[in-house]
């Protein structure tokens, strides 16, 4: 995904935030600024356009146990076990949720503000439909919960 209109020192504060829900499991798998940055009027600091990846540290919490929190499963592999590199739904909804406000995401061909409802989309295959909010177990997270689940 891309991050306009941001710094790395917010990106990180808001990575910083998202990790006391998460148990510290989330970190960047890639954070690479994408220009140089220009003047933005009132803040008197560059700013940038990142290119933002979020990952797990750890993928499960003991030896055939529960995922460990943030960590997402592949839609067809939902049914079968397996884990994919990138953190899950709600990690991201999280962390948008913690930048800044002037900042613009764009994911998956939307282009969204961190005040934007974080829709949920389908995942899996058509024959075996799945949304991406259930691709983890974040639901053992009481914090997780009050993001908004409004569909785009």
Not at 2 to 28: G, Q, S, V, Y
Not at 30 to 55: Q, S
Not at 86 to 112: D, K, S, Y
């Amino acid at each position: 995904m891309l991050i306009r209109n941001t710094t790395k020192a917010n990106l990180e504060a808001a990575l910083e935030a998202t990790n006391r829900i998460f148990e510290n499991n989330i970190r960047f798998r890639r954070l690479d600024r994408m220009n140089r940055g220009t003047e933005t009027e009132g803040h008197g600091c560059p700013v940038f356009t990142y290119r933002v990846t979020l990952t797990y540290v750890k993928g499960r919490l003991s030896k055939g146990g529960h995922l460990a929190p943030g960590v997402r499963r592949g839609g067809w592999s939902y049914f079968h076990g397996g884990r994919v590199v990138g953190a899950c739904w709600h990690v991201h909804g999280h962390f948008f949720r913690n930048l800044n406000p002037e900042a613009v995401i764009i994911a998956r061909g939307n282009r969204l503000t961190p005040s934007s409802p974080w829709g949920d989309w389908n995942a899996g295959p058509p024959i075996q439909p799945v949304n991406m909010s259930d691709l983890c177990e974040c639901w053992t997270l009481a914090q997780v919960n009050p993001i908004d689940h409004s569909r785009d």
